[in-house]
């Protein structure tokens, strides 16, 4: 599927954008990689790694329509990564969100209706399901605008879709490096928010092939929510740090105990597959599709009503040998 084609990855110089690259040129021999993103010394720093002859970098904002439609010229797919993503900032600068979650996300989709790009994939948060926050309320409203993108397309061929999932394991900014850095600062405890919170988790490499996956499987409209394991944060601090105790501190302004990726208000429109979930579009397109068929001929089923996936009633919990396992694989 994209031997030979043009992908675009906005805020590439991220986590996802470095690994995505490394699953994309291992497994395909696509004719050009752009990286899409505002900052010279990411894209020179990944330059001197990602130096292959497809590799592209370009320097520019989603903020910016017009340079966002430049970028994409004779592009086949795109991948959405680029967002502000640290809730703290967010709460305290909230128009800069705005401007770069739900602005920039609309500029993405008008650059790829006028350039005839074949496939979008917006990367979400499990914050948009419910948000309490406004990096959730942002990527829920970018969500809306992708999904709803597919009734602007007209005789084009361009596809929008959505793919959410939970924390990733080890990423920049997450919970894992900070505890870390805490236990070689010498640290004499853990914060923890609440003994009872959890998160969902999944690894890097296992978001890109979900994602990558999920171009063959989209017809436009759906947001993808795959199955991941569930973890105490409380069992998560012990697998790190064994001997030292933990203070709790309680839940931070936009935390919540439980994230959520299947809201029970959406239940009515879920479908559950072998590996994953589709929540379908609340709106009706001029195109209809029968998404309990994806283009991988795989068959989802009505979930019951009601039904709510968050990371509390999951029934895949990861132990701690998993996670450190699971970590491991991230440092490699």
Not at 299 to 305: C, F, I, R, T
Request: charged share 25%.
């Amino acid at each position: 599927m994209f031997n030979d084609k043009t992908i675009l990855i906005t805020g590439g110089t991220g986590s996802f954008g470095k690994k995505y690259v490394d699953h994309i040129l291992a497994q395909y021999s696509p004719k050009k990689v752009i990286i899409f993103s505002r900052d010279e010394l990411k894209q020179f720093e990944m330059a001197q790694t990602y130096n292959a002859p497809e590799m592209r970098y370009f320097i520019g904002d989603v903020r910016d329509e017009s340079r966002m439609k430049e970028a994409m010229d004779g592009v086949d797919y795109v991948i959405h990564a680029a967002a502000l993503k640290q809730v703290p900032a967010a709460e305290y600068n909230p128009m800069e969100c705005i401007k770069t979650n739900i602005h920039g996300a609309q500029n993405v989709i008008q650059a790829a209706l006028a350039n005839g790009v074949q496939k979008v994939i917006a990367l979400s948060t499990d914050k948009a399901a419910n948000p309490v926050n406004l990096y959730g309320a942002t990527k829920l409203a970018s969500d809306k605008l992708f999904v709803a993108a597919n009734n602007m397309v007209g005789p084009r061929p361009t596809r929008f879709s959505v793919v959410r999932y939970g924390n990733v394991a080890g990423s920049r900014g997450s919970v894992v490096p900070f505890f870390k850095k805490l236990i070689a600062d010498g640290a004499k405890e853990l914060p923890i928010t609440h003994l009872d919170m959890t998160r969902f988790m999944i690894t890097l490499d296992d978001g890109v092939e979900f994602v990558l996956k999920n171009f063959h499987r989209m017809q436009g409209g759906e947001i993808f929510i795959p199955k991941i394991p569930s973890m105490k944060m409380v069992d998560l601090a012990k697998a790190l740090a064994p001997d030292l105790p933990h203070k709790v501190i309680g839940i931070r302004p936009g935390e919540k105990l439980h994230e959520i990726m299947c809201p029970a208000d959406d239940s009515h429109l879920t479908l559950e597959f072998h590996d994953h979930y589709v929540i379908m579009p609340t709106i009706q397109f001029s195109h209809p599709s029968d998404f309990t068929v994806n283009r991988l001929d795989e068959k989802g089923e009505p979930v019951e009503q009601g039904f709510e996936y968050h990371s509390g009633n999951n029934t895949d919990w990861l132990s701690e040998e998993g996670f450190l396992k699971m970590v491991e694989q991230v440092s490699e």
